[in-house]
């Protein structure tokens, strides 16, 4: 008999709980596109997500997919910074 197995990884990334409305301008693209996201890359065996190989918060641009890792500190200090958003 021949089984054929798969194996790689899936990034199964989420916006960030508290900064939904923070919005940054991309140094790639220049579009204010830029979101705070929590990153999970997750190694899989048969396309089943088996266990997470890298972690983190990171700035992604939904543009241009610019990527900057990031603290929680950093995002803090630019939502305290960014002009109120429009319409609110």
């Given amino acids: 008999m021949f089984f054929f197995f798969t194996c790689g990884s899936q990034d199964l990334s989420s916006g960030l709980s ?6 940054v301008v991309c140094p790639n693209c220049h579009n204010a596109s830029v979101t705070p996201i929590k990153r999970r890359t997750f190694f899989t065996f048969c ?12 700035l ?26 429009v319409g609110k």
């Avoid at 396309?47 to 990171?58: C, D, L, S, V």
């Avoid at 992604?60 to 958003?85: G, K, V, W």
Wanted: glycine share 4%; aromatic share 12%.
């Fill in 18 to 23: 508290g900064y939904e409305q923070l919005r």
């Fill in 47 to 58: 396309f089943i997500p088996i266990f997470p190989i890298a972690w983190g918060k990171e």
């Fill in 60 to 85: 992604r641009c939904s543009i241009c997919n610019y990527h900057q890792s990031t603290t929680t500190e950093q995002l803090n200090q630019m939502a305290h910074q960014a002009p109120p958003a």
